[in-house]
């Protein structure tokens, strides 16, 4: 038999086995491979897990005021859930129902027992908080659903702020009611101090010879001494205006106090300054009834005071339906002794500067430098009230009237009686006395201002009034409080307001100020009961 060629022999089984190796042997490699890949993310996983869990670990240990510090505060949510959920108890027990707003209560108090755990005994841990804070979600939830949400709160907030505006209205429209009746009455220990000195006056002639004795005509006519006014039926007022004046002056024997009173206190105030001496300050006193120019020919205020109508609107205040605040109809405008400061170079025909000061008011710095003070060719030397807006001229004068639109600037600055430097003769070449009854006969229908003495004296001294330096005149004793600083600081101190430092209703942190200008050891002031 012939044999084949040897290119057609079939390959021996041998020579297969190699290739089957290989093949085994990249599979094992796959999967050694694959092995080794799953071992290597498993060994970097495993500081992953271990920094979260130190992670966990510092949470739960952290501190309540750190935590509350976290842009992410547990804390503060808590704290902002429970003051919703008391908002809403309000609004549960208004629209009574009392069973949600116990709940409501409870899940309250359980959170505020959590907060103040966590602050003073242990840390808080995430578990209690992620517990406090699902339960309240919960009834907060339920409260949402009972409607008690937002919109709803906002319009129950609003009725009853507006309720308690109309109350808080009503109150303080009562309490300056009887404010003003307190501030207008007089005290019984007042009164009987007048009768008392009256009763002095005309039982002991002694009393009138003493005063005769003092030979005061040539003092209370010499420019070359300080002159002080004051015009009042207020006998003890004006005794602290004289004394602390005579007390803070540094040269008492050159200071000269003009009174002007009324028929009723007269004698009485003449008997007090006679069985009193103040430093050899010279006392004179007068009675306006004396003064022959004062009629209704001349001072139409005089004229509109004793019309009628005019008195109805200070007395009863029925010509405008209660329209106008009690405050606008205080009878303290119908005396004659509140309008004499536009009078005061008549009243003093021989003077050439004086200084105006009101009876409220207490003296505790020397005053001559006021006297040397260069007015600048104005009148009026006062301090200025602009501080603030209210003190300037659209708050005191009806800029809807053309008349006073068309005169005056809104925005001027206001000023204020009480401590007034005025030139005479700078008032006698400009007819300031002529200006003020301009615009008081321009106002008989009250339709410029409403009341007093400022409005009117913001008109006539209009460009006429020089300011001075603050610490002159210290305003707001009688019905705010004043830095402290200002008080040591001021030369005058002004109790300008009801709450007057002889009334009970004086505000009492402001009272010693005044009080220790008075002798309360005096007999007659022991005998009408001052202490």
């Not at 309000?90 to 129902?97: D, L, M, R």
């Not at 966590?118 to 995430?126: E, F, G, H, N, S």
Request: glycine content about 4%; overall charge positive; aromatic content about 12%.
């Amino acid at each position: 038999m012939r044999r084949r060629a040897a290119d057609f022999r079939r390959p021996l089984r041998a020579r297969r086995f190699p290739n089957a190796f290989w093949w085994v042997l990249c599979g094992v490699a796959v999967l050694l491979f694959i092995y080794t890949l799953s071992r290597g993310t498993q060994i970097e996983s495993r500081p992953v897990i271990a920094t979260r869990y130190r992670h966990d670990r510092v949470m739960e240990g952290l501190n309540i005021t750190e935590e509350m510090l976290s842009p992410n505060s547990v804390t503060r949510q808590i704290s902002d859930q429970i003051a919703l959920a008391k908002a809403f108890v309000v609004i549960a027990k208004e629209s009574n129902n009392l069973q949600f707003a116990w709940e409501l209560s409870a899940q309250i108090r359980n959170s505020q027992i959590l907060l103040s755990n966590a602050a003073t005994r242990r840390p808080l841990t995430t578990r209690e908080s992620e517990t406090a804070i699902r339960d309240m979600a919960l009834v907060l939830y339920q409260a949402q659903l009972l409607h008690y949400d937002s919109a709803t709160m906002i319009m129950r907030h609003k009725a009853k702020i507006q309720s308690l505006e109309e109350q808080m209205s009503s109150v303080s429209e009562k309490s300056s009611k009887y404010g003003q009746i307190a501030a207008e009455e007089v005290p019984k220990s007042l009164y009987c101090l007048g009768i008392q000195l009256t009763s002095e006056w005309f039982r002991h002639p002694n009393l009138q010879r003493k005063l005769k004795d003092r030979k005061i005509d040539m003092k209370v006519k010499d420019n070359n001494l300080y002159h002080f006014c004051v015009f009042s039926d207020n006998i003890l007022a004006t005794s602290v205006v004289v004394n602390s004046t005579a007390l803070s002056s540094n040269n008492p024997d050159k200071v000269v106090f003009h009174l002007v009173t009324d028929e009723i206190n007269y004698a009485a105030m003449k008997a007090w300054f006679s069985m009193n001496s103040f430093r050899g300050v010279t006392v004179e006193v007068q009675k306006f009834e004396d003064f022959k120019w004062l009629n209704a020919s001349y001072v139409p205020v005089l004229k509109q005071l004793q019309d009628s109508e005019t008195q109805s609107y200070y007395f009863s205040g029925n010509s405008d339906d209660g329209r106008t605040p009690i405050k606008f109809r205080n009878p303290k405008y119908l005396s004659m002794l509140n309008h004499l400061r536009f009078y005061i170079p008549e009243v003093f025909p021989a003077l050439k500067k004086v200084v105006f000061l009101d009876d409220d008011v207490v003296v505790q710095k020397d005053l001559s430098g006021l006297f040397s003070i260069d007015l600048n060719g104005n009148v009026n030397g006062a301090v200025e009230t602009c501080m603030e807006t209210f003190h300037r001229y659209h708050k005191y004068l009806n800029y809807s009237h053309p008349l006073i639109r068309s005169h005056f600037d809104p925005d001027a600055c206001g000023w204020a009686f009480g401590m007034n430097v005025f030139d005479l003769v700078q008032w006698r070449n400009r007819n300031v006395t002529g200006i003020y009854h301009y615009w008081q006969e321009r106002n008989v229908d009250r339709t410029l201002w409403k009341l007093g003495t400022l409005p009117p004296g913001l008109l006539t001294f209009y460009g006429l009034t020089e300011p001075l330096e603050p610490s002159w005149h210290v305003l707001g004793l009688g019905y705010t409080t004043v830095d402290p600083h200002l008080i040591e600081k001021g030369a005058v101190l002004h109790y300008n307001g009801n709450s007057k430092p002889w009334l009970k209703i004086g505000m009492e942190k402001y009272k010693p100020l005044w009080e220790k200008f008075i002798d309360y050891t005096h007999p007659l002031l022991q005998r009408c009961n001052f202490h």
